[in-house]
């Protein structure tokens, strides 16, 4: 019903930035929360950080200071702006969603695909 793509990965020297973007499309009623998660091979996902529709901000330790993220409602789409890279920023970047097909209805989770960053010193 609905498909979630990120894009913006690549390859950056540390103390670079980069700039992530998700994008919404197919069937959609609304999108309540949105995040980006990290993962690393053999380890879980770890949420990066996250916006609700009010633009209200969660960040994971290490983003702090380092890492913006932003959405806009009217166009489905979320942004992850990151500046200051280090190494360990490396992993698969996902976007995440919360999917509402009707008004006051359930919650769907929606991944994306993931896109590639890599950070080399």
């Known amino acids: 019903q609905v498909q979630l793509v990120e894009s913006g990965g690549g390859a950056v020297q540390a103390g670079g930035s980069l700039r992530l973007s998700c994008s919404a499309s197919?069937?959609?009623?609304?999108?309540?929360?949105m995040a980006w998660y990290r993962q690393t091979p053999g380890k879980q996902r770890v949420m990066v950080a996250q916006?609700?529709?009010?633009?209200?901000?969660l960040y994971q330790d290490s983003a702090k200071g380092r890492f913006t993220i932003s959405r806009d409602n009217a166009r489905m789409t979320m942004s992850l702006q990151m500046e200051s890279l280090e190494p360990e920023d490396t992993g698969v970047y996902y976007c995440?969603?919360?999917?509402?097909?009707?008004?006051?209805?359930?919650?769907?989770?929606?991944w994306g695909q993931g896109t590639q960053v890599t950070v080399f010193s």
């Open positions: 995440n969603a919360e999917e509402v097909q009707t008004h006051g209805g359930p919650l769907y989770g929606i």
């Open positions: 197919g069937i959609i009623y609304g999108i309540r929360l």
């Open positions: 916006i609700d529709r009010d633009d209200n901000a």
